[in-house]
């Protein structure tokens, strides 16, 4: 039986998730391949910490070169995240001829055409189901099954702790601050959560699925993101008045020869298949020419559910090796487009404002919305809420407008007395 050995850099949750996959399951991947493949070295800096997996101590080392030298090692799997030192450790083993597996959204978004040059140089595969939706096979689809399709939109939860903390907000009453650490003591969100709760991991995704449908590039830092922060309970009761849930989504759309897309918070009708999506779990949807709509739905992380994407990637470069393919099958970044990105694009918006509780105010803030040709499609004014200052919640939803007009308007708005704060606006799935 032909031996494959790994390689891992990391060993946190991603990669002992990896390793019990392997070890669970060693005794039908084998049969399965006819493959037999061997974790060897695992880079592991602090081997007095506990990991939850039963590993011999000789099996650990303190310095990834001992992992990318080493010249019997076959495949590297990259799991320490972060761009850096990450793209340079995935370099240096493509460059040395080693097949990479990474679940690195970071990296790839950032560096993914750099690494992909170099595998194809190298004669090797980079392969990175694990950096989108966790144990959700959608690069897999997108590049194999379904590459027939044009494809003109793309939709999706692809973080779980936001969706988590927005579900339990949701259906608990709970407030942010409490979920999020609530979250935490469950391993749903890192003790550090801002790259989640500030849209930063879903940009990196989102950029990495327009590569593979639209073949664009577009920087994750580029793409308009807004997180969950801002996100209170009278939003999620608002919402939910409208027929909707709040949900933080990814999006992209292809509309002739552009492209458009963000990250943000937006209320999703209840009838929209994403809006029964919760709690850690992930969804993305596609619309293709052919196919149509489809939806891909499942755990979007968590240690096992990403480690059985991880190996997934392994045992398909460990089959490709064993039948001298090696190189021929992996997914492809494309950046060969001419569609012309042209950012956010025109939407609906939920629009939450403080304003005055007197005669006029509404009929001037209509006024104002209407001098930029922002209309308006519905309102709501609950009176009950008013503070000891006679401040009142004004709701509005508008019709479909540029995020750059609306927000022309809410400044022109808020330079009269008469409303004091603008303190929402989310977007409106239609």
Known sequence: ??????????????????????????????????????????????????????????????????????SDIDIVVELIGGIEPATEYMAAALSAGKHVVTANKAAIATNGERLQKLASENNVMLRFEASVGGGIPIINALTTALLSNEFDEILGIVNGTTNYILTQMTENGSDYDAVLKDAQAKGFAERDPSGDVEGDDVANKLSILMSLIFGVKILPQDIPTQGITAINKSDIDYATHFGCKIKLIAAAKKIGGTVECDVQPALIPYDHPIASVNNEFNAIFVKGNAVDDIMFYGKGAGPLPTGSAVMGDIIEIARAIEKGSAFDAQPLLKYDSDLVFTGEGSNQYYVRLMAEDKAGVLGNVSSTFGKYGVGIESMMQRTESKNHNNIVPLVFIVHETERKVLDEALKELVSNSYVKSVDSVIRVEK
């Open 1 to 70: 039986m032909k031996k494959v050995r790994v390689g891992i850099l990391g060993i946190g949750n991603v990669a002992t998730g990896t390793y019990k996959t392997l070890e669970l399951n060693r005794e039908k991947i084998q049969s399965s391949t006819g493959v037999d493949i061997e974790i060897t070295k695992i880079l592991n800096r602090h081997p007095e910490k506990e990991r939850g997996i039963d590993v011999d101590p000789s099996v650990y080392v303190q310095n990834a070169d001992d992992i990318l030298n080493d």
